[in-house]
């Protein structure tokens, strides 16, 4: 088990549905590392993780594919990562 908890909103797990349904394997096979890498080290590893600025300044972004990113927010105090969305582009 791993150092952080991982929390799926509703909306990202809309999203993570949206990616299993869209067969894409290469996607699939990268969400499931990201989400596995969170729970251990939230700032650093698969999809060149990204400390987002302006109104998204608390969130993280990590790249899945082409035009889809993993956004989540990272709270250390309650040792714990919420991912809000998994599909598009955070801008």
Same mark, same amino acid.
């Given at each position: 088990m791993?150092? !952080? $908890?991982?929390?799926?909103k509703p909306t990202a797990e809309k999203?993570? @549905?949206n990616h299993k349904k869209s067969g894409a394997?290469?996607?699939i096979k990268k969400i499931l590392k990201i989400l596995n890498e969170l729970q251990?080290? +939230? &700032? !650093?590893g698969t999809g060149n +993780? *990204? *400390?987002?600025? !302006? *109104?998204?300044?608390?969130y993280w972004s990590r790249? #899945?594919?082409? $035009?889809?990113r @993993? #956004?989540? &927010? #990272? &709270? *250390?105090?309650? /040792?714990?990562?919420? /991912?809000v969305s998994a599909m598009g582009d955070h801008e």
């Open positions: 791993g150092k !952080y $908890k991982v929390i799926i999203d993570l @549905l394997i290469s996607s251990e080290h +939230p &700032q !650093y +993780p *990204e *400390e987002l600025k !302006y *109104e998204l300044k608390d790249r #899945i594919n082409k $035009k889809d @993993l #956004i989540y &927010q #990272i &709270q *250390e105090n309650i /040792v714990t990562v919420f /991912v």
